[in-house]
Structures are given as structure tokens and as C-alpha cells.
């Protein structure tokens, strides 16, 4: 499987394209790339999903990667004359050393016997992110069966700081549209997730290993898909 967008293209900060959009007709397209922050990993284990749903650290990216503190970068396009901005993918990145190629970031599928795994993940509240397992885990244990509507279990007041975070750190006129937060899971604790608008919104999302020219990775991205790769069909 390969991306859907051209990546190499889309993460160029001043690349320019047209699109010719159903409801709009053509629009003009600029590309600016953007660090929203610093992702903190501890075990290595990344899980990229939809924070917004309770993580599930079953899920985790396959490949592991060497715990640390990598930048994530979001590539952000802007639509003219329509005035709409989104996010056409969000990167991880490792090193900063060209990407050369790209492979597919499975997903563990701890329910399948099939040694493959998952090939994306489902979006149902616009959302998207990058955690380390560590961190995730702790997200999930904010869940209370005990807590019944309309209070407020711990989950879901740190959804609601992580929409806030995200309307107060925006790109273009449309809140959310391409909100991203950077924040910790915990006051007590430095493990943090960083959460992203995605692309045209709910659906489903595959990110993909970058590989530089001597076979390291290099880089670790999701594909929103707004533009496809004409050449990748």
C-alpha cells in the first residue's frame, strides 16, 4: 500500500497546487508546514488514532521506535478563494534526512490471527494523533464506569481541554477546521499527546514509515488524502 497524496510534495513548506473542488470549483492551493510541537516517547510504541474515542493501546503501530522527543510537523493548506484551511497530513519526524521511501504503518490487530495487521484507523470526531503507548494508557485509565451523564468522568474533561487547546491553536478562519493541541495527559507526569484536526474530517487514515536513502527511518506520517497522487493510481 502506498499514500494516497503525494507526501513528499504536501510536506514542502511554499508548494503550490490546484484543486478543482465539486462545491467550490477550482481553488488555488498553498502549502505551509508547521511544528505544533515536541511528541515525548517512552516506550517507542506509537499509537496513532482518534483521541477523542478512549485510546485502546491494543492498537499501536507495529514498528518501534527508539524512545526520545520528536518534533510533529503538520502541513497545512490553505483554499483560495474559498478562504478554507485544513491539515493534509501530519508528520513524526525522526531524523531530518530526506525521505526516499515509503511503507505502510501497520496497525497490531490483537483480535486477528493474520500476522499483517490493520492498514488505518477510524476517525469519528474530526481528530487525529500521535501518543506513546505509556501515555495512552494513562488517557484510558481517566475512564469511570461510575460516572453517568450528565456529570463528567476525568475522560471526558481532558476531551473536552483537548478541544479547547485546539480551538485556541487554529490555523485559518474555521475553528477546528485545523486546530491542533500539544499537551500532558496528567499534571503529574510529562508524558504528552499531541492532536491534530483531520483532514476533511471522520473517516479512516493510514500513516506511513519514512525511510531516508541509507534505510533509516526518517520520518513517521498520516495522510488526511485531500490531494490524490494522480501517479499513485
Known sequence: MTPISNLNAILQDAYSLKY???????QDVAISTHKIGELILTSGR?????PLIVPDVR?????VVRPGTYPVIVSVADFQPIGDTRFACAMLRINNEP???WEVALINEPDSAQAD????????????????WD?????????SLEVRYPEKDEFEMFCDRVIVEMENNSFGKHPLTAGWASMKVGDDTEANIIAFSSGWGDGGYSSFWGYDAS???????????????????
Open 215 to 233: 534505510g533509516n527511518l526518517s520520518s513517521l506520517v498520516t495522510d488526511f488524502a485531500l490531494f490524490p497522487d494522480p501517479s499513485a493510481a
Open 20 to 26: 478543482d473542488w465539486e462545491a467550490y470549483g477550482l
Open 46 to 50: 506509537i499509537i496513532a488514532c482518534d
Open 117 to 132: 495487521g490493520r492498514l488505518a484507523y477510524g476517525v469519528d470526531a474530526g481528530t487525529g494523533c500521535f501518543v506513546d
Open 135 to 143: 501515555a495512552a494508557e494513562m488517557i484510558a485509565g481517566l475512564v
Open 59 to 63: 492498537y499501536h503501530l507495529k514498528k
Open 99 to 101: 525521505t526516499v521511501k
